[in-house]
RNA sequence: GAUCCAUACA
């Protein structure tokens, strides 16, 4: 089974799909028993085809193994499966079958939302998370900051910011430094975008999009150029 | 056991 999983999850990560699913299938042929580490594996490579059907056959096989119960990645990795099948409505039925949920689950599941266009849901979700007492993660707030620079809820925004102040969560993740300063540059809050970036404790080239971009929407070129050029300064490739 | 999940601009 190890064997079988290192290769199923090689092919999955490394963009053979189709192969990693096909590998699946001679493991069944070869009875040999999948565990939690292959279903997740091969949730991960049957997410990359956006593959319904498949993700139907998968579920109910995992089912039958009764493996969603007995690790949660599994059905964090179902519930993304059928996020990325485009079936909230689905990863939402996952979702409320799990006993057990992590911050993971439901972050799986608000970022979900936002990818399938229900960014009100996410919301929604995530007041529900944190009223269930859930600790959000830098990666919670990434999405639930997105879900914001979506619908333009930039007060909700201005309290998760605080939120992430508060536990000074900005030092050790560049996404989360490059929502905020997407949210306010997208809005024209100009000095906050900038304000951010620089405190950031290092930049890349997203980040330096974000900013730019915001300049550039709000016609302040000269302060688009200059970050063009400080950009470069500071090694960052252009591709 | 070199096998397991969610996140940013365009």
Known sequence: TFSWNSLISAYATRGEPRFALSLFSRMEDASVHPDDHTFVSVF???SHLKDLKRA?????KAVKLSL???NIVVGNALIDLYIKCNAPARARQVFDSLPLKNVITWTSLVGGFIDCGHDLKAMELYKKMTFHG???NPITFVCVLKACTNTG???NGQKV??????RSLLDDDVFLGSALVDMYAKYGLLTFAQ???DKLPSHNV?????LMQGYIQYDKYKEAVRCFIQMQAEGICLT
Do not use: Q
Request: hydrophobic share 40%; proline share 3%.
């Open 44 to 46: 991960k490579a049957c």
């Open 56 to 60: 139907f056959e998968l579920h109910t």
């Open 68 to 70: 969603s119960e007995r």
């Open 134 to 136: 859930v600790i959000p």
């Open 153 to 155: 809820d930039i007060a």
């Open 161 to 166: 910011h605080a939120e992430i102040e508060r």
């Open 195 to 197: 304000h951010i970036f």
């Open 206 to 210: 997203v980040s330096w999009n974000s």
